[in-house]
C-alpha cells in the first residue's frame, strides 16, 4: 500500500526502558520520559492518564540497533504530542479529542542499524524508507494496516536517502528522523543537500497532526469549497506550517468524531506551548 506523500511536508521532510513485541509494560512510564527530559512531571500541563483498550492513538520512537534511546526525543514526543491533543480539543465542538495510549511514548529498539532503513530491500523505489520503517513497525508491534484500534505515529531515528518519502496511510504515519530535529531544535539536515529550512518547532507539531490527520482518513475539501485562506489556515492543507494557528473544516469534525477516535474528554484546561523545546 502507497502512503500519502504530501510534498510541502517532505520538502523539511536515554534513560528510558525499549519494548519489544508490543509489550507495554516494559515501556517507560510518561512521567519517566518527562523527567529524562529534564522537566518536571509535576509543573506539566497533562491530561488525565492514558489507556490500554479502545481506540487510541500510540506514538512510537523507533531506535535502531547501532543508536541510544535519546531522552530528548521522548520529552519532546510526549510534549508536541500534548501540544496537539490539546489544540485540536479547542477544535472540536464538543472538546473532545484524539485518546492516547499509556506510557504515551512506546521506546522500540530494532535489530536493524540506521543505514538499513535507506538501503533499498523492496525494489519500491521512493518508497524505500517507508517500507523498512513500516516493516518492523508490523513486527515489533504486532499490527498491520487499518489497525481498528490504534493510530500509530512511528518516529524513526534514521534519515532517508536524496528521493525517498516517508507519509502517512491506513492508520500509520511514518516520519523521519528530521521530524525529531525540528521537535528538539535542532537544525535539519535535507536528505539532497539543500539548504536547511528555517522553521520553529510549532511547525513539526503540525506536521505531527497533518500525518495523524492523513492516517486516519481525513480528506481536504473539494477545491472549489475551499479557497486561498481556506488552504493557507487547514491544518491538512498549509496550516500545519503555521501551527497552531491552524483550522479543521466542519466536515472534518464531523469526520473525525465518527471515526471513534476523537473522543477523549475531561481534558485539562490549559495548553502546552508548542514553541518549548522540553
Known amino acids: 500500500m502507497r502512503p500519502f506523500l504530501c510534498a510541502a511536508w517532505l520538502v523539511m521532510a536515554a534513560g528510558c526502558t525499549t519494548t519489544t513485541g508490543g509489550e507495554d509494560s516494559d515501556a517507560a512510564p510518561l512521567s519517566d ?35 541510544t534511546p535519546d531522552p530528548r526525543a521522548i520529552a519532546s514526543l510526549t510534549s508536541a504530542t500534548l501540544s496537539l491533543q490539546l489544540w485540536l480539543r479547542d ?33 519500491a523505489t521512493d518508497l524505500i524508507f517507508w517500507d523498512n520503517v513500516r516493516d518492523d513497525t508490523f513486527l515489533h508491534l504486532d499490527t498491520d494496516w487499518d489497525d481498528p484500534d490504534n493510530v500509530w505515529l512511528v518516529y524513526a531515528d534514521a534519515d532517508e536517502a536524496c528521493g525517498q518519502r516517508a507519509g502517512a496511510v491506513a492508520h500509520l504515519a511514518v516520519f523521519p528522523k528530521n521530524d525529531i530535529r525540528g521537535l528538539i531544535g535542532e537544525e535539519r539536515v535535507p536528505p539532497c543537500g539543500d539548504e536547511p529550512d528555517t522553521y520553529g518547532r510549532c511547525r513539526w507539531v503540525g506536521g505531527m497532526g497533518l500525518l495523524m490527520f492523513i492516517a486516519m482518513g481525513v480528506a481536504n475539501p473539494a477545491d472549489a469549497d475551499c479557497d486561498d485562506a481556506c488552504r493557507a489556515s487547514l491544518l491538512t492543507w498549509w ?16 469526520f473525525l468524531s465518527a471515526t471513534g477516535f476523537v473522543s477523549a474528554v475531561g481534558l485539562p484546561d490549559c495548553e502546552v506551548d508548542c514553541n518549548v523545546v522540553p
Not at 500545519?240 to 494557528?245: A, G, H, K, N, V
Open 33 to 67: 520520559a518527562i523527567a529524562s527530559g529534564g522537566g518536571d512531571a509535576s509543573d506539566t500541563c497533562a491530561p488525565p492518564e492514558g489507556a490500554t483498550t479502545g481506540k487510541l492513538v500510540r506514538v512510537i520512537y523507533m531506535v535502531p540497533s547501532d543508536r
Open 239 to 254: 496550516g500545519y506550517t503555521s501551527f497552531p494557528d491552524a483550522t479543521v473544516s466542519d466536515a472534518q469534525k464531523d
Open 91 to 123: 477544535q472540536m465542538p464538543n472538546r473532545t479529542s484524539f485518546r492516547l495510549h499509556s506510557p504515551l511514548v512506546n521506546v522500540v529498539q530494532t535489530e536493524h542499524p540506521e543505514a538499513y532503513y535507506n538501503v533499498d530491500h523492496t525494489g
